[in-house]
């Protein structure tokens, strides 16, 4: 028990097992209940009493919003505190508890499949549970946080005891049913949550001062991030294999997965009792990573069991048919014990206030979670998720393990602090838990180890993940592995690329791990390279996706931390895409097949979302312009030069047929993406020309524009050649009539310098007879503004338009309606009628809203004088008109060169002073500290 107790520092060995063992026996109860509820309720039933017990779970972690964790973090600070939390955990249960379960029930009413399969009455029922788990959850925190995990754990047992005497009871009865089972379960709850409410009556600390409600607010929405992706890295996996890989590769995962959580047991466990031992100053940075270190081993000695043991049991437990899940297993164990390790840290940097090194870690390591399950799940099924979740976890460790490191660090970097009466006030704060008697004594430097570390270095810990391989070795050892993976990726996503095309991959991504911004430069090179004939079979979304999260990943190698953009604007987007992926996958037709649809769009979003992590305003984004510019130049000579060669080879043909040739013919790119893509880039250089003074790059900005208004020309696109119009007039009517009569005498000498094709493409947008593309395209927006009329509120579902259009299509053109492929026709030809007819209002709102934010930005750009801001509103304009006749925005690469010119623009210019405060004198504490008794540091 020494050893333990030394190896544990400021936890309690005997709390650890009493609380591990009454876990066990909750497990078993649960287990012997659902054995005793699959063999009576029969395959169907057993399902259906699934469904109904899983509703109240996740409604209750989603509904919780990080207030359990705030619970446990405020509730041992003051008797007076812990009644206030009483309260606000009962008003929270029973309003947005029962508002959301509500709000299920109405939208299952609308959308029966919301519903999961539920008959309305079943529904109800569960639905009522909602309220009592979460009163529960919220509750038993509570009494966690003020040190009583023992009464805690007993409570805790009473609904699986309720599970299995009711499903006992109801057997002998013989009136064993879901609904009855899910009554015992309900039954359980509601002694469960009484008899916390009876303990809540027990006084354990004295009165003291209430906690603010802004501060409970805040650290319990910091901390509400964290969990649920916690929650939902494994159970999530389940549906996400389901799509990708089919209901085998289910099957296999399913077995694996208890055992996943059977590890878990031993990290939750350390994690409830060392959560009241951190508020009361028992254990600090060094104890918390003595913890680390000794769930590791254990965690370590139980994987290497289970590895041995799962080759025997699961064929016997199980059946040989689950032999598959051996391999899932082995594959998942690594990440586990790692995450058990990281999961025990997690609990002291949560109730010591520092959160953002949580959240940074799960947010990049849920990414790389998501990033290999797409990758590799459907080539080896439940393996390649076993695989994911793995690197998942380890980049959850290895980031979050430096958190408490770099604040020891920083600790022992300060100057010895004198015994002055200065310091007694700040003593007197120390912690309000240990004057109530939650913890031992401490001294009042102990208590503010890390917090105060902080305050002294401010960045400390938003740069915290950003450090975790400062060192060489480490650092080199990481991108290594990680170019290993990515050249082994690319092996087995194509039988056909060799070992050469694996080493060149990794020779790409080391150099964006390692060198700053290189991952920046090597995006916008490869932008434009997306759009040529080769490129547009290499760089395809999910290799854009890969490469984005790569250029996060190095921000991170390399120590510059995560941009953070404006929490207001990052959740507008998150936001949306949320929607689009609801909207897409339950306001269509439940009898299509859905499931290509997740995935298309997140990869198409990902740049709205992950693109404000990476690209910071400032040199380097600037020069990422000049490299993304360059390589639409490049690729603007390229299609000249194709084009030119086509119009020669086919000079016995009309000019109309020429153009229909070259557009058409296979394997080019996209021509109406090819042209806004110039557009984009001749904004960025029609910007910057003023501010280019030295005489041989002016030239070369002025040649760059040249090339890319005669790369428009070339494209052979009427909504480039528009949107080119449009930005010229712009650009034009911001400067003088000098300016204005230069650009049009330069046009009109372009003009009859130009094949008669391009005159011919021209000329079909000033009047005539429509050709058939343009009368399927008016007949297509007509289909479109059909949909939004019948649809106005919410659309008739993201990528649903192509199913439903049968239903709403009318031919008004001269062209045979036979030869439409309806099923290949997923958009409207114009992204404003796609946005209205898919999303209805409700999108078009949100990505409007998204819109204004980007035009504020540039306009605030513009009035500072950054010529980027110019750039910005020029290709936002362009981009625009070239979307009334096509969907350019909705190509990832498109929108990711659009959206690294909107980040460009900065909102103040460059070199001007911060707008922040000075700092504090040395002898004043700062206001915010978040700390008592960081006024000690602070001098």
């Known amino acids: 028990m020494k050893s333990l107790r030394v190896r544990l520092p400021g936890v309690s060995p005997a709390a650890i097992g009493g609380t591990l063992a009454t876990r066990v026996l909750a497990t078993a109860m649960s287990f012997a209940a659902g054995v005793i509820a699959a063999r009576g309720l029969g395959m169907r039933g057993r399902a259906t009493f699934a469904v109904m017990i899983a509703v109240p779970a996740v409604l209750s972690v989603v509904t919780v919003l990080g207030m359990d964790n705030a619970n446990a973090r405020f509730a041992g600070t003051s008797h007076t505190a812990f009644r206030q939390i009483v309260r606000w955990s009962l008003v929270f249960s029973l309003v947005p508890g029962t508002a959301l379960a509500g709000l299920w029930l109405l939208l299952g009413h609308l959308w029966p499949v919301v519903l999961l399969g539920l008959p309305l009455r079943l529904a109800v029922i569960a639905a009522a549970m909602c309220p009592v788990t979460l009163l529960s959850t919220l509750l038993g925190m509570a009494e966690v946080g003020r040190g009583r995990v023992a009464a805690y754990n007993l409570m805790s047992t009473v609904p699986a005891a309720g599970y299995l005497a009711g499903v006992c009871g109801l057997l002998a009865a013989g009136s064993l049913t879901p609904t009855s089972c899910f009554l015992s379960v309900l039954a359980g709850q509601l002694v469960c949550a009484g008899m916390l409410l009876i303990a809540a009556t027990t006084r354990v600390h004295a009165d003291g001062e209430p906690v603010s409600a802004r501060t409970f607010g805040s650290f319990a929405i910091r901390a509400y991030l964290p969990n649920l992706v916690h929650y939902g890295m494994l159970r999530l996996d389940v549906p996400v294999i389901q799509m990708l890989a089919g209901a085998t590769a289910v099957a296999v995962y399913a077995v694996?997965?208890?055992?996943?959580?059977?590890?878990?047991?031993?990290?939750?466990?350390?994690?409830?009792?060392?959560?009241?031992?951190v508020t009361s100053g028992a254990v600090?940075?060094?104890?918390?990573?003595?913890?680390?270190?000794?769930?590791?081993?254990?965690?370590?000695?139980?994987?290497?069991?289970?590895?041995?043991?799962?080759?025997?049991?699961?064929?016997?437990?199980?059946?040989?048919?689950?032999?598959?899940?051996?391999?899932?297993?082995?594959?998942?164990?690594?990440?586990?014990?790692?995450?058990?390790?990281?999961?025990?840290?997690?609990?002291?940097?949560?109730?010591?206030?520092?959160?953002?090194?949580?959240?940074?870690?799960?947010?990049?390591?849920?990414?790389?979670?998501?990033?290999?399950?797409?990758?590799?799940?459907?080539?080896?099924?439940?393996?390649?998720?076993?695989?994911?979740?793995?690197?998942?976890?380890?980049?959850?460790?290895?980031?979050?393990?430096?958190?408490?490191?770099?604040?020891?660090?920083?600790?022992r970097c300060l100057p010895a602090e004198p015994a002055t009466e200065e310091a007694e006030p700040a003593t007197e704060k120390a912690d309000p838990a240990t004057e109530a008697g939650a913890g031992p004594a401490r001294g009042p430097d102990r208590r503010a180890t890390v917090e105060t570390a902080g305050d002294r270095r401010p960045g400390a810990y938003l740069m915290q993940a950003g450090s975790v391989l400062a060192g060489r070795a480490p650092m080199v050892a990481a991108a290594l592995v990680m170019a290993a993976g990515a050249g082994f990726l690319a092996t087995v996503l194509s039988p056909f690329i060799s070992i050469a095309g694996a080493a060149g991959l990794t020779a790409v991504v080391l150099p964006c791990l390692l060198i700053p911004n290189a991952g920046l430069y090597v995006l916008a090179a490869a932008i434009p390279f997306s759009q040529s004939d080769i490129g547009a079979s290499l760089i395809t979304p999910s290799p854009l996706l890969a490469l984005m999260l790569i250029c996060l990943l190095g921000r991170v190698v390399t120590g510059r931390g995560i941009v953070r953009p404006k929490p207001a604007v990052a959740l507008l987007a998150m936001g949306t895409v949320v929607y689009m992926l609801a909207a897409g996958a339950l306001l269509g037709d439940s009898e299509l097949p859905v499931t290509g649809t997740w995935p298309y769009l997140l990869l198409m979003w990902a740049p709205l979302v992950l693109l404000p992590l990476v690209a910071e305003p400032g040199p380097a984004l600037d020069r990422a312009l000049v490299v993304f510019c360059c390589g639409s130049v490049i690729l603007a000579v390229t299609e000249i030069v194709q084009a030119g060669s086509t119009f020669t080879e086919k000079s016995d043909l009309t000019p109309a047929d020429a153009a229909v040739l070259a557009i058409t013919q296979e394997g080019g790119a996209n021509h109406n993406a090819v042209g806004a893509l110039f557009v984009m880039a001749a904004a960025v250089l029609l910007s910057r020309c003023p501010a280019v003074r030295e005489p041989l790059p002016r030239l070369a900005t002025g040649v760059g524009v040249v090339v890319l208004a005669v790369g428009v020309a070339y494209s052979l696109s009427r909504a480039a050649y528009l949107g080119g119009i449009a930005v010229v007039a712009l650009y034009a009517f911001r400067r003088s009539l000098r300016g204005l009569l230069a650009l049009g005498v330069g046009a009109a000498c372009l003009v009859p310098l130009l094949p008669a094709v391009i005159g011919v493409r021209f000329g079909s947008m000033l009047g005539g007879t429509l050709d058939a593309d343009s009368a399927v395209r008016i007949d297509l927006w007509n289909s479109a503004l059909r949909m939004f009329e019948a649809h106005p509120f919410f659309g008739v579902g993201y990528l649903n338009f192509a199913g439903q259009l049968s239903a709403y299509y009318r031919a008004t053109g001269d062209y045979q309606v036979m030869l439409l492929q309806f099923p290949l026709l997923h958009f409207a030809h114009n992204t404003y009628l796609t946005v209205l007819s898919q999303t209805g209002l409700m999108g078009a709102a949100g990505i409007g809203a998204l819109v204004v934010c980007g035009v504020r930005r540039a306009r605030c750009a513009v009035r500072r004088g950054h010529f980027a801001g110019e750039a910005a509103l020029l290709a936002l304009f362009g981009a625009g008109v070239c979307s009334l006749f096509g969907e350019v925005l909705l190509e990832p690469p498109l929108l990711a060169g659009l959206m690294l010119i909107m980040l460009a623009a900065r909102a103040t210019p460059a070199g001007a002073p911060s707008s922040a405060p000075a700092p504090a004198p040395a002898a004043a504490a700062p206001e915010s500290a978040p700390v008592a008794g960081v006024a000690v540091v602070a001098r």
Not at 321 to 331: E, F, L, M
Not at 348 to 374: E, F, K
Request: with cysteine; net charge positive.
């Open 256 to 277: 694996a997965l208890p055992l996943a959580e059977g590890l878990f047991l031993l990290s939750t466990t350390v994690a409830l009792v060392m959560f009241p031992a």
């Open 284 to 411: 600090d940075a060094r104890a918390a990573a003595r913890i680390a270190r000794t769930v590791f081993a254990a965690a370590a000695l139980c994987a290497v069991l289970a590895a041995a043991a799962a080759p025997v049991l699961i064929p016997a437990v199980y059946g040989r048919q689950y032999s598959g899940a051996v391999p899932v297993i082995w594959a998942l164990l690594p990440g586990l014990v790692l995450f058990s390790a990281g999961r025990s840290i997690q609990p002291y940097l949560a109730a010591a206030g520092l959160l953002r090194p949580v959240i940074t870690a799960t947010v990049i390591g849920a990414m790389v979670n998501i990033a290999l399950l797409g990758a590799l799940t459907p080539h080896y099924g439940a393996v390649g998720a076993g695989v994911a979740d793995s690197a998942g976890y380890l980049v959850f460790a290895v980031l979050l393990g430096r958190g408490v490191r770099l604040g020891s660090r920083a600790r």
